[in-house]
């Protein structure tokens, strides 16, 4: 009891708000305290990260509601949901959903299985060694534009590395990125060479975090090396799986600069129409900016469809 | 179950020009049943040795047998063995159940109803059965190493391989511990090899012990034979808690001389001893007697330092005159102790209980007389 009448008279004599202290003291207490005291450190990033990042989403979904085009100011006297329901209406806007969702499953899958394959390979090789092969990770610091040029060259339907295999096993050349039927896949391919490495460094992360006596204890047990992998060891690498498939189907729903590289122009290769390029193009090249910003909210939408899982994850592992 | 040879093995790591002796040259038979308890201070290749017989490390030469058979170019995975680790090594992702029939999946033809019935069985003897389909996490420090214990029983082995099991756990829990896995391994009597840096381990709970220093072995005997009669200097001194005080000195005539006092040996003792050699005169703590300072032929006087009571005994820390300030020796007397720091008094070591090292090379020249049981301070004058 006696302590807890200290502690309030301790409060009410620096309790700013309570009457009898005149307005300089309480400014003097205000100008004191943690949170103005720490605000140049906070807050330029605050201020920078508020109108950059959220005021951009902000203004790109109130531009979404009006019927902005062309060079005319954007008007907000009516807001309505028109642009989405002609996005859903498009038949461009479909397949550029269905080829992106295409995207997302197969590159995502394919480079995680590549990655998985990669890292055990390396992390068996290297597991009692002290090295690890940063080669494999070398695709990732190139530029996209490089890679699509890399690409393009490859593909070349006249004289790309490819198409003289192709041919000289007597088949007809190919026109890989012409053909609306395999320009996706061929696309799929190439971001793949490139993003398995970076798979493969988080699964290796992973892999050389385990100790040692989990690969002797499965072996006393009995188990095959295979068996040990399978069994044992990539089963306890689901943090590291979860991250590294966000990353990847992020990346994959905002694959543009790649796509754009390719043909140097809004137009991917037929076939290869993804969310961001037709976005790009509706915004930029026609001057839809309504409906640009539409697709853009919606791809915003489905960017945090995908991170929510991985959010409910970490907070199940109590990481977060 | 079978009987563990272990011939003249050697474990060399080369790397590049230069090389590492790990082990040199153990010999050790591990009769069916057995609980061989490998000890010695840490890098003493006790570990490796562990891991040659599991088939985790390779031999470089030498021979190891399990129930006849060479098995230095069996894998791992085809011995009979199981391990339990210092670390436990249970696999976290799996519930305890899937931890414990692992193994059996692995090795074994047996039914998945068979499998089942066995961990149900092992789970079950060793109180673990309502912890079964909880993952490892979930556990406390004891039950991971019950669960690891298990794991291991559950395979019915050739032999069990053990890595300093209980070095993870609180002491109370340990001695526990320590008296579960004797009572288990008598009723299992699967051949043992059990590895542990803490002597208090090595001997209450091996038939034998093997005791290993810098990669050698240094004795091989029941826990009793090394601590009364230690092959050499480092056995005495690793083996027994307090550990045993050692004298250095030289033969004298009649007498061994050394910096302190002159402790004269009687015929029996000398045996064919030149005088001039040096040695080294050993008396464990509990051998020691404490009585009033007046001296005598065996009887020397020296200083308490301090007073450890443990309740059932006292360890008094003594000094005598001239020795270095961080030098001592200890004594241990039973019941209330009748000394405190700083007093005077005499100490006596009866020469039934002395032991005698060559002190060039360290090698026991004379052990203690076993039939010697000495008499009760207080009946000292």
Redesign the interface.
Same mark, same amino acid.
């Given at each position: 009891m006696t302590t807890h009448d200290t502690t309030e008279t301790t409060e009410s004599a620096v309790d700013p708000s309570e009457e009898g202290i005149d307005w300089q003291t309480k400014l003097r207490y205000f100008l004191n305290s943690d949170f103005v005291r720490s605000s140049p450190y906070w807050g330029i990033p605050f201020i920078i990260m508020g109108i950059a990042v959220y005021g951009g989403i902000g203004y790109n979904l109130a531009i979404s509601f009006t019927d902005y085009a062309g060079i005319a100011r954007p008007s907000f006297s009516s807001l309505d949901l028109e642009m989405y329901r002609r996005a859903l209406a498009d038949e461009s806007f479909r397949a550029a959903a269905f080829q992106n969702f295409v995207l997302l499953v197969g590159f995502t899958s394919i480079s995680l299985g590549l990655g998985l394959f990669l890292a055990v390979l390396l992390d068996y090789g290297i597991r009692y060694k002290e090295t690890i092969q940063t080669i494999y990770l070398l695709p990732m610091a190139l530029s996209f534009v490089v890679t699509a040029q890399l690409w393009l060259w490859m593909y070349s339907p006249g004289n790309g590395v490819l198409n003289i295999f192709v041919t000289a096993l007597g088949f007809d050349s190919i026109d890989w990125l012409g053909d609306p039927r395999i320009a996706l896949a061929a696309v799929i391919f190439a971001l793949v060479w490139q993003f398995s490495g970076y798979a493969m460094v988080v699964f290796l992360a992973g892999l050389q975090s385990l100790?040692d $006596?989990?690969f002797?204890?499965?072996?006393? $047990?009995?188990?095959?090396t295979t068996?040990t992998y399978v069994?044992?060891i990539v089963?306890?690498l689901?943090q590291a799986s979860v991250g590294a498939a966000v990353v990847l189907m992020l990346f994959a729903l905002k694959a543009f600069d790649f796509l754009y590289a390719i043909t140097g122009n809004y137009r991917p290769p037929n076939g290869t129409d993804i969310l961001a390029t037709l976005m790009v193009r509706e915004a930029f090249q026609y001057g839809q900016w309504a409906y640009g910003a539409a697709i853009a909210t919606m791809l915003l939408l489905l960017s945090l469809a995908v991170i929510a899982p991985y959010l409910i994850f970490q907070h199940r592992q109590g990481s977060l | 179950m079978a009987r563990l040879e272990i011939d003249d093995v050697t474990k060399e790591y080369r790397s590049g020009e230069s090389s590492v002796v790990a082990v040199q040259d153990i010999a050790v038979e591990v009769p069916d049943g057995d609980f061989l308890v490998l000890v010695g201070p840490s890098g003493c290749g006790k570990s490796t040795t562990l891991r040659m017989i599991a088939g985790l490390e390779e031999i470089t030469e030498g021979e190891i047998r399990l129930g006849g058979r060479t098995i230095n170019d069996v894998s791992a995975q085809e011995r009979d063995i199981a391990m339990v680790f210092q670390s436990y090594a249970l696999y976290p992702h799996k519930t305890v159940r899937s931890n414990m029939s692992f193994g059996l999946e692995e090795s074994t033809e047996l039914s998945d109803s068979a499998i089942a019935e066995t961990v149900e069985e092992t789970a079950a003897m060793m109180g673990i059965e309502d912890l079964l389909d909880r993952k490892p996490g979930e556990l406390s420090g004891g039950q991971q190493q019950r669960v690891a214990l298990g794991r291991a029983i559950v395979r019915d082995p050739d032999v069990f391989l053990m890595d300093e099991p209980l070095s993870n756990l609180d002491a109370k829990l340990r001695a526990e511990m320590r008296t579960e896995l004797q009572h288990l391994q008598e009723q299992l009597d699967v051949t043992t090899v059990y590895v542990t840096h803490d002597q208090t381990e090595a001997m209450t709970m091996g038939d034998r012990i093997a005791v290993l220093d810098e990669g050698e072995l240094q004795q091989v005997g029941t826990p009793l034979e090394c601590y009364h009669e230690p092959n050499n200097l480092f056995v005495a001194s690793f083996i027994g808690e307090p550990s045993m005080n050692f004298f250095d000195g030289t033969l004298e005539n009649d007498a061994l001389v050394t910096d302190y006092f002159e402790y004269p040996l009687s015929q029996e003792s000398r045996r064919d001893l030149e005088s001039g050699g040096d040695l080294v005169l050993g008396i464990r703590p509990e051998d020691a007697r404490i009585g009033d300072a007046q001296q005598s032929d065996r009887r020397f006087e020296a200083e308490v330092l301090v007073v450890e009571p443990m309740g059932n005994e006292n360890i008094i820390h003594l000094q005598f005159d001239g020795m270095a300030v961080d030098d001592e020796f200890v004594v241990t007397t039973e019941g209330v102790p009748n000394v405190s720091a700083g007093d005077r008094v005499g100490v006596e070591f009866p020469e039934p209980a002395i032991h005698l090292f060559d002190g060039a090379g360290g090698d026991a020249i004379k052990n203690r007389d076993l039939s010697f049981t000495g008499t009760p301070d207080a009946v000292l004058p």
């Open positions: 100790p $006596d989990q002797e204890a499965a072996k006393v $047990d009995g188990a095959s068996k069994r044992i089963p306890q689901k | -």
